[in-house]
């Protein structure tokens, strides 16, 4: 793999971080293939007969580009009740591995992620990992994310709502 290759899409998925840890979710939403798959199955507690403990038939959520605009204008509004004020979040991306797929302008890349979130002067924090999953498309010159799967850790998530985990 082309060292080079890395690193960019390393640091498109550092920048897609800094966007959304900063409310940025407009620009966010530019990073987004119009075609993209946007899901989080849920993990179970028990063990498949493949091994796994993914339910693909169920998610937390499954997401258009259309569905994900909705959410983002909506943070925009009084009607996110839930965000005022703000909560204040990090998403860390790490263990980053790009591999070719059988189109030259598009890479699988697996990572870990860690979010955290804190409300308020609440002491507590949530917090929600895992590793991801994404296909990453050169188009015109630019970065764009075509499908991701998240794969929480959990099986009960710690959070009080998903409403800002993009």
């Given at each position: 793999?082309?060292?080079?290759?890395a690193?960019?899409?390393?640091?498109?998925?550092?920048?897609?971080?800094?966007?959304?840890?900063?409310?940025?979710?407009?620009?966010?939403?530019?990073?987004?293939?119009?075609?993209?798959?946007?899901?989080?199955p849920?993990?179970?507690?028990?063990?498949?007969?493949?091994?796994?403990?993914?339910?693909?038939?169920?998610?937390?959520?499954?997401?258009?580009?259309?569905?994900?605009?909705?959410?983002?204008?909506?943070?925009?509004?009084?009607?996110?009740?839930?965000e005022?004020?703000?909560t204040?979040?990090?998403?860390?991306?790490?263990?980053?591995?790009?591999?070719?797929?059988?189109?030259?302008?598009?890479?699988?890349?697996?990572?870990?992620?860690?979010?955290?979130?804190?409300?308020?002067?609440d002491?507590?924090?949530?917090?929600?990992?895992?590793?991801?999953?994404?296909?990453?498309?050169?188009?015109?010159?630019?970065?764009?994310?075509?499908?991701?799967?998240?794969?929480?850790?959990?099986?009960?998530?710690?959070?009080?709502?998903?409403?800002?985990?993009?």
């Amino acid at each position: 793999m082309n060292f080079e290759l890395a690193y960019q899409i390393s640091n498109f998925l550092y920048q897609e971080a800094y966007l959304l840890d900063h409310r940025q979710y407009e620009e966010w939403l530019d990073l987004l293939s119009d075609d993209i798959v946007y899901r989080m199955p849920l993990r179970v507690t028990t063990e498949g007969k493949d091994g796994a403990n993914i339910n693909n038939d169920m998610a937390y959520f499954e997401e258009s580009k259309a569905s994900l605009t909705t959410r983002v204008k909506r943070l925009y509004t009084s009607s996110a009740w839930v965000e005022s004020p703000p909560t204040r979040q990090r998403h860390f991306v790490s263990n980053v591995f790009v591999e070719p797929t059988a189109d030259a302008n598009e890479f699988k890349v697996r990572s870990y992620f860690l979010y955290k979130r804190s409300r308020g002067s609440d002491i507590n924090t949530e917090e929600l990992f895992g590793e991801r999953v994404d296909v990453i498309r050169r188009v015109e010159n630019e970065w764009k994310i075509v499908s991701r799967t998240i794969y929480p850790d959990q099986a009960v998530l710690g959070v009080m709502n998903l409403s800002m985990f993009l």
